[in-house]
């Protein structure tokens, strides 16, 4: 099975910096994605890793380490339009290839 | 351009009135999903097809049934809906490789009376 944790909920003020983190436990990492989800919306894709490391795309960025079963989503010049929940998922070897998403971290950027 | 669509985007049904929610792609993928998503929760996998593969999660109730007519289309059917199957029903699809991404539908809000 899987286990996902990320912090509920986080604020942070537009222009600055905020870091949302995710831990798992689960058998067979083949993978973490995260994603975006404004309210009453579809999730939309962020970023993946499967190497441990920084990826990064504009704005955003994302690390991961495996050996200690964590994440983390980097936003940068936080604008009003992300506040929104951020959704860390992962996928397994064991060729179940759909994702199981942790419960989400829903960001409130604030003028 | 929309790549997965669902409809409708909202459905309104009666108790244990039997529903059916739809959708569909453009991308061609191999893979399409249905979750379930509660209000500030994470998104539940119902079930998902590989191809023509089905594949069911252990906790998905038997009232969830599912269809996949040909690669375009996936169709969820609630046999029986409960007042407890009141929530945001998302489609996705992703292609062949294990770290392709999901495409996500806009989701059915699916309310019961």
């Known amino acids: 099975g899987q286990n996902i944790d990320q912090p509920t909920e986080m604020t942070a003020t537009e222009g600055a910096i905020v870091q949302i983190n995710c831990t798992y436990q689960?058998?067979?990492?083949?993978?973490l994605f995260w994603y975006q989800q404004h309210a009453g919306e579809a999730p939309t894709f962020l970023s993946y890793?499967?190497?441990?490391g920084l990826e990064e795309k504009g704005r955003f960025s994302s690390f991961l380490s495996r050996s200690k079963g964590y994440s983390y989503l980097l936003l940068k010049e936080l604008q009003m339009k992300d506040s929104a929940s951020y959704l860390c998922a992962v996928t397994e070897h064991t060729g179940r290839r759909a994702l199981t998403f942790g419960s989400g971290t829903r960001l409130q950027v604030q003028p | 351009d929309a790549m997965v669509i669902q409809n409708p985007r909202y459905q309104v049904t009666q108790f244990g009135k039997p529903v059916t929610l739809s959708c569909s792609q453009t991308?061609?993928?191999?893979?399409m999903y249905w979750y379930q998503q509660k209000s500030s929760q994470a998104p539940k996998l119902l079930f998902h097809y590989y191809d023509k593969d089905f594949n069911n999660e252990a906790d998905t109730p038997d009232n969830f049934q599912s269809r996949r007519p040909n690669t375009s289309f996936c169709f969820l059917d609630i046999r029986s809906p409960g007042l407890g199957d009141a929530a945001m029903y998302l489609c996705?699809?992703?292609?062949?490789?294990?770290?392709?991404?999901?495409?996500f539908g806009q989701g059915t809000r699916l309310t019961v009376v």
């Open positions: 991308l061609n993928h191999n893979v």
């Open positions: 996705a699809t992703s292609g062949r490789g294990e770290s392709t991404e999901a495409f």
């Open positions: 890793n499967v190497l441990d």
């Open positions: 689960t058998s067979g990492f083949n993978g």
